[in-house]
């Protein structure tokens, strides 16, 4: 351990790409680690009720959904370098508001500043860490670097979100505090580690809004011609719906269970993320395996409905967390799996279109799901919108039994 740890160090300081990648891809991990057990509980502390909390994350929804596409073309205008640090301003902007403030309208200007940090930061390392690496390994396979910085990142995720919970137990707004200073630290590290290998471009902000609506239009053009594309992206446009109820209220919910102990979350969320783990493992596993997609797709569903299901109906503690945990392994099947089925039914020079395309129309449920979901959980119970959730996984079978095996 102590060998690694050497020389990882060695490596950060002789700025070579990899070991820089792991270094950020940690403290990106730390940071949303501390807050995510935490989150939602802040925004109950000030009074807001379930469709309230839930309309506040609308607002991150809601950049994704128009911020997503231009983003890119950003990306490509000012650089690797400039938009990650960038994203990572806005993000620890973001936190500071939430550890300073405690009323809506900043609230609303956090997750503001949260959606252009996120959608700025989507992919922005991997393009940098690929293209600096092509300088002297063009033959390379990348997929190692990947791999290790997921596990950088879900390491510094789970450590987080023990140090969350205890933070939260004392204050819930001192998790986002320290949240801050962290994204704050990337920044003079990214300004020294990361050597810039893309060029500016020059492209005006007209041309780059032009660019993103053509994306948008080519790509939901393409999608719906294409009956395969059009059912799973059905699929897990309603799979969003439940998955956000989920995700809001979970904290709410078991702190409630558990007498309102509020450190239980950062246990809960190091054994969400492992559970999570596993379902990523399936689709690796179903993927060796050469198994088809359609059976993936089904078996995931059911086993978020029924988990989820008996999750929202029980009252005890441990029963409830226990169904919730194995309802972990879906989410972990869910995104994998479709980007592995979008792999083999997509022509290469029209995958960026669809996946811009799915991007919007999962981001579109997510609403759909934070709307109506958190409407529910408001007017009758958390509980009843679970199991409104569970039925939204059965609903996704719909457009699931119409694809071919693939």
Known sequence: M?????????GIYKKEPNYVYY???FLIGLSFGLISPVYALLLFSTGLDAFQVGM????FVLGNIFFSLPAGALADVWGRKKTFLISSLFQGLAFLIYALFRSWPFFALAEFFSSLGFVLMMGILEAWVVDSWKQNRPTEDYGFLFSRAETAGNSASMLGGLIGGVLGGIDLQLPFLVGAITNFSVLPMGLILIEETWPEKKLKIKAIIKKSVKTAIEGTKESLRNQLV???????????????ALDMYWSKRFVGLFQQRIWITGYLWPGMMLFMLVGNFTV??????????????????????????????????YGAVFFFLFYEI?????????FGYFNKIIPSDKRATILAFDNMAVWSGAAVGLFTLGWVAKRFSI???WIGASLMFLLALVPVMKLRKV
């Open 2 to 10: 102590r060998k690694m740890a050497v020389a990882i160090g060695k």
């Open 23 to 25: 270094w950020l891809k």
């Open 330 to 338: 879906s989410r972990g099947i869910y995104r994998p799996a479709l």
């Open 230 to 244: 059009k059912q799973v992206v059905l699929f897990s446009s309603i799979a969003m719906i439940g998955f956000k």
């Open 383 to 385: 509980e009843i919108a």
């Open 284 to 317: 690796k596993w179903w993927s060796d395996k050469k198994k088809n997609y359609l059976k993936g797709f089904i078996g995931m569903a059911l086993l978020a409905s029924l988990t989820v299901f008996l999750s929202a109906i029980l009252k005890n503690f």
């Open 56 to 59: 506040i994350n609308l607002v």
